[in-house]
């Protein structure tokens, strides 16, 4: 599976129905990968909205990935994690939701995990954050520069994350990732399947061009 392109990473903070509905339009508009980012969701609701999430990823033929929850990844049937920390390995993962499961990592300034997670087997990494944001409060800002740098060492494909907007977007596409992760920018837009496109747009530009 090529990982590459928008990255919509799903906060439950709002109802439900108007998430889906939300989250549908974004699909609409070429959203290429889902996480659910569970930080304040109730263990009670997160599970039956998990299921809903990925039953409208696999209407699009999107992945479905949770966030730093390997035991609900499994009990829903995601098609991957993305973890923040470094304890968990990509072969546990597989072991518990199969060999073609994704697995994701949060990185940060320091570049060797990037070069670990090659090691042990990620498929991909991401770096938080790009800019300051409310969403991910503990997060190293990260330079564009050192992003750059990671690009040109990497051999998995990287993500950049973090108050990420449509005015923004360009000045991170150009340092040569293979995609951005947003938030915000799409659930809170008024037309999430028009932002979507945009973002897009803008994604596809940089990555013609290489």
Request: aromatic share 6%.
């Amino acid at each position: 599976m090529q990982l590459h392109g928008l990255y919509l990473v799903v906060n439950p903070t709002i109802s439900t129905d108007k998430l889906l509905d939300t989250v549908e339009e974004a699909l609409k508009g070429g959203v290429d990968i889902l996480q659910l980012w569970k930080k304040w969701q109730s263990k009670s609701g997160i599970a039956k909205l998990a299921k809903e999430l990925l039953n409208l990823a696999n209407d699009y033929s999107t992945p479905l990935i949770v966030n730093d929850d390997l035991q609900l990844a499994k009990d829903v049937g995601a098609h991957g994690v993305h973890i923040d920390g470094y304890d968990v390995t990509p072969t546990n993962v597989r072991k518990a939701l199969g060999e073609k499961s994704i697995v994701g990592y949060t990185v940060g300034n320091d570049l060797q995990w990037i070069k670990w997670a090659e090691t042990v087997g990620a498929d991909y990494v991401s770096f938080c954050s790009v800019f300051p944001t409310t969403s991910a409060v503990q997060c190293d800002i990260v330079p564009l520069n050192t992003i750059r740098s990671a690009k040109s060492m990497a051999r998995i494909p990287i993500f950049a994350s973090g108050g990420i907007t449509l005015s923004n977007a360009d000045l991170v596409l150009e340092t040569g990732i293979d995609g951005i992760a947003v938030i915000s920018s799409i659930l809170q837009a008024e037309d999430p399947q028009q932002a979507a496109k945009l973002f897009k747009t803008i994604i596809d530009k940089y990555r013609s061009a290489t």
